[in-house]
């Protein structure tokens, strides 16, 4: 039999003549591909780590500068954590944005925020080891900038980074404008030397705007991107200047340059000559922005944003617009200079050279002693040693040892020497020290303000924080009274002869005049005032009482402790030169107290204004008298002893004002004021037992006025500024004068104002 049974055939597939690997490859590929959807899905969704959200994107959380401006526009300085400042796009120029399109990302106007033509080139020189140039884009790197990677991260988190920033940048596309997300990344990116974004660095590097970079300038800044450190024009110029040259060399490249432009800027120097740290410690208004800055720590906490959350002036990006006038400020920092450092300084120095107990008059040893001791105990090296555990006994024995320091000069900077850190304190107690304000005098904007002769070196603000007794500068106070309560004018007649106050505790006191002039006779109001007359300020003193003097400069704005002692009426009492200038200027005010203001608004980084300052004001005297007032102290500059104004310095404009100097030549003072303008400056040293040894050099009228001048000097001469044009052209401004009240019928018959005393003084 046969068997029928068979063997059925293997069937062959339909398309047997496929490798056997495609579907294998397949399967991968396309495993792949929902691996990779499934990666990039939740990472979009913060399933694998941290994702920004949409607010996050909208609102990229980044330290912003609080920046400081002036009245006239002008950046005085800034806050912050970082140096970071925001820039829109049309702050920056043309050739700031070529030259970075054609350095990083020429296609950044193609793309969708991923560059698949780049990421195939970088794929390809990996794979050929012949890698050209990187795949990010310039929103892949914007998104690096605003979330940073974790550092020392592994390779594995560092692949997850890198899709997570590609994720990030498609996000940042659908949400900003191309140009935003350039004005982002250039306010993002660090320029090296403490200067976060553009707009700091443009600053830092050129001390310019972005908008006014140039093209080579432009390349500059955008060279710096790949290495700060590496490019920096600083440190490494040659390298810096090759890297500027590569980025000019792509402008033209892609035509962003025209061949011409390209060989005419790349033989152009790096000039960096106007370069600057922004520093708090640099700068103009250093005083200024450190007051501002310790009013603005209060002011956050005082003035909660919506949320309740509170503002702070190192991250926020707040905008503060002062009312300081940058022209002004400078003016009063050169002539702080001009004066007291150039001049004044010096002539103090060798007024004391070979002077046993330089620079302290008729002190004991014992009283010398106690102040080094007490500045010995405020010295870092002191404190330094403390924490080290020192005992006292070996700190003093320390500070008496000589030993290699350095020491500031003002003609030579800082030098090295060799003396005891004893000595070095004596020394620094020999420096002269300055404060100025000055205001105007109908919105009370404080214009200028300086608080010292050297923030760097000298910290503490001679205008806000420094209180000295005022000297004659008060008595303009007393005769106010006497006007006010009393029937007295600039011409009425007082005597000048010696008064005696019985006080409470049994003792008499009778003040005397610095000289004999006219000692004995009957003189004007107006006269007495310009030649600072003791007597006649003790005889005002002595028919009003202190009690009424208190009150009025009450209602001028001084706060601080007055004793209510008959001495007050030749200035012996503490006030700030912010005070005094405060009040002074109630009498080109026609009677009006304006407290001086420093701030106009406030705003967010936004440029949304959150606070408004409104100063706060009250009639203090009435017309008549402020200008009967006013009067009086024109007669100190016209033939006083504020008459160097007119002689030496030759201000010819209508112009009032006081001197003042302390006992033993402390303190040295001039207030003054025009109609459009009111200053005050303070000289004098840290201690008051530091100073001259004779009136001569030591008054007001030597310290503080040449000072005043030399400020007034300068703003009227400006012809930047509105107080040129008055005295330039006098026919436009034909009343330009103190106002005079209506019912002010003018100083009677008889007069001093036609009598100038012949006798000159210089004392006060």
Partial sequence: MYNTTSTPRKKTPQNSNYPKWVKPFWTIYVSGVVLLCLIFAGISYGLLGFMPSFADLENPETNL????????????????????????????????????????????????????????????GILTFNRKGGGSTITQQLAKNLFPREPHANKIKLIFTKLKEWVVAAK????????????????????????????????????????????????????????????????????SFERRNTVLQQMEKYNFLAESQYDSIKTIPIDISKFSLQSHTQGIATYFREYIRLFMTKWCQENPKEDGSHYDIYKDGLK????????????????????????????????????????????????????????????????????????????????SKKTKMKVLTWDRGMIDTVMTPMDSIRYMKSFLHCGLMAVDPNTGHVKAYVGGVNYTYFQFDHVKLSKRQVGSTFKPYVYTVAMQNGDYNPCTMVPNVPVTFHLPEGNTWT???????????????????????????????????????????????????????????????????????????????????????????????????????????NEAIDQITAFKTVRLMQGVVDYGTGRRLRGQYGLSFPLAGKTGTTDNQSDGWFVGYTPSLTCGVWVGCEDRAAHFRSIALGQGARTALPVFALFMQKCYNDPELPYNKIIKNPEKYPGYDFTIPAAYVGDPSGCNEKERPKQEIDFD
């Fill in 320 to 399: 503060i617009y002062t009312t300081i006038d940058s022209r002004m400020q400078k003016h009063a920092e050169e002539a702080v200079t001009e004066h007291i450092c150039n001049y004044l300084q010096p002539m103090f120095f060798d007024h004391w050279r070979g002077h046993e107990n330089a620079p302290f008059y008729k002190l004991s040893d014992e009283e010398t002693q106690k102040i080094l001791t007490s500045a010995m105990k405020r010295s870092e090296r002191y404190n330094l040693m403390k924490d080290a555990g020192y005992t006292e006994a070996q700190i003093k024995a320390s500070f």
């Fill in 65 to 124: 500068a609080t920046e400081v401006y002036s009245v006239d526009g002008e950046l005085l300085g800034k806050y912050y954590y970082e140096n970071r400042s925001m820039c829109q796009y049309h702050e920056l120029p043309k050739s700031l944005t070529d030259a970075l399109l054609a350095t990083e990302d020429v296609r950044f106007y193609q793309h969708s925020g991923v560059d698949a033509r780049a990421l195939v080139r970088v794929t390809f």
């Fill in 172 to 239: 940042l596309e659908r949400e900003y404008a191309k140009n935003e997300i350039i004005a982002m990344y250039l306010n993002t990116v660090d320029f090296g030397n403490n200067s976060l974004g553009i707009k700091s660095a443009s600053r830092t590097y050129f001390d310019k705007p972005p908008i006014d970079l140039k093209v080579e300038e432009s390349a500059l800044m955008v060279g710096m991107l790949k290495a700060p450190t590496k490019y920096s024009p600083r440190k490494n110029p040659k390298t």
């Fill in 511 to 617: 003040p005397h005049n610095s000289s004999d002039y006219k000692q004995g006779q009957m003189l004007p109001l107006r006269e007495a005032l310009a030649n600072s007359l003791n007597y006649v300020s003790a005889y005002l003193m002595k028919q009003f009482g202190p009690e009424a003097i208190i009150q009025l400069v009450r209602n001028m704005g001084m706060t601080s402790d007055i004793p209510a002692v008959p001495s007050i009426c030749l200035g012996a009492c503490e006030l700030s030169l912010y005070e005094q200038v405060g009040a002074i200027n109630c009498f080109p005010n026609q009677g009006v107290y304006v407290e001086p203001t420093f701030i106009t608004k406030i705003c967010d980084k936004e440029g949304n204004v959150i606070y408004t300052f409104i100063p706060k004001t």
